[in-house]
């Protein structure tokens, strides 16, 4: 159901169990204006913080722009040039199956949206997008101390995936979004984080736009026989 006192549509939900918010959660590409207070931000994350974490010490350092913020870092970003990527967002070569799986996941994205692989222009400004929080209001960064290994980076994993669960059962959409890695140096300059800290990604938080195509993409999961094996 969808609805809004500004006559937007903000969609509205139950309260929903754990497997409904796994099963209703996706990457949204296209979002209302639709303003998300900050206390409802908060709240989230402080729940979020009950997400496992190896000897308990929850390496996550979280930073939220919303409203004015969100605007100023929007003018401050305008003026600052891509950087190289602050971590391998892929490894390269990236073998299969894992290959085909994220060209796929690529292609049936553009083909929501009509841009021909021919197309790169196109290509390049629908990722460009990424940089505007596909118009989201709010988001907030995740950044790591940089002494922190892979068992903590899976530690930020399971806080974020827990946010964006939480995120859904108040109603909320999210895009977790490591292209923000090629901005580490200017996102740390505007957040104000410290040298010993490195930014994992940032997530988009708002309302979906029901009316974008680009947002009636489910990408497809692998059959557990695939991924799992019972001994």
């Known amino acids: 159901m969808w609805s809004s006192d500004s006559g937007r ?5 139950a309260l929903m169990n754990v497997t409904e918010a796994v099963n209703a959660r996706k990457s949204i590409r296209a979002f209302l204006p639709d303003p998300v207070d900050n206390e409802v931000i908060a709240q989230l994350l402080t729940t979020a913080s009950r997400a496992p974490s190896g000897g308990n010490v929850q390496p996550w350092r979280i930073y939220v722009v919303n409203g004015d913020s969100m605007a100023r870092f929007r003018a401050f970003l305008a003026e600052r040039p ?3 990527p602050a ?4 490894p390269s070569p990236l073998h299969e199956p894992y290959r085909s799986a994220r060209f796929k ?4 994205m553009y083909a929501t949206l009509g841009i021909e692989r021919e197309d790169k222009a196109g290509r390049l400004a629908q990722f460009a997008k990424n940089m505007d929080f596909f118009g989201a209001p709010a988001a907030i960064f995740c950044f790591i101390d940089r002494i922190m290994g892979p068992p903590q980076w899976s530690d930020l994993g399971m806080f974020l995936q827990t946010f964006m669960l939480l995120a ?3 109603g909320l959409d999210t895009c977790p979004q490591e ?3 090629v901005y580490e140096n200017a996102v740390s300059e505007f957040v104000g984080a410290p040298p010993e800290q490195r930014i994992f990604c940032g997530v988009s938080i708002g309302h979906a736009d029901p009316d974008d195509p680009i947002n009636a993409l489910v990408s497809e999961r692998e059959p557990l026989d695939v991924f ?3 001994l």
Do not use: K, S
């Open 9 to 13: 549509p903000v969609r509205q939900t």
């Open 82 to 84: 891509i950087e190289t």
């Open 87 to 90: 971590y391998d967002i892929y």
């Open 105 to 108: 996941v690529g292609e049936d």
């Open 168 to 170: 859904q059962e108040a």
């Open 179 to 181: 292209a923000w890695a």
């Open 228 to 230: 799992a094996g019972f």
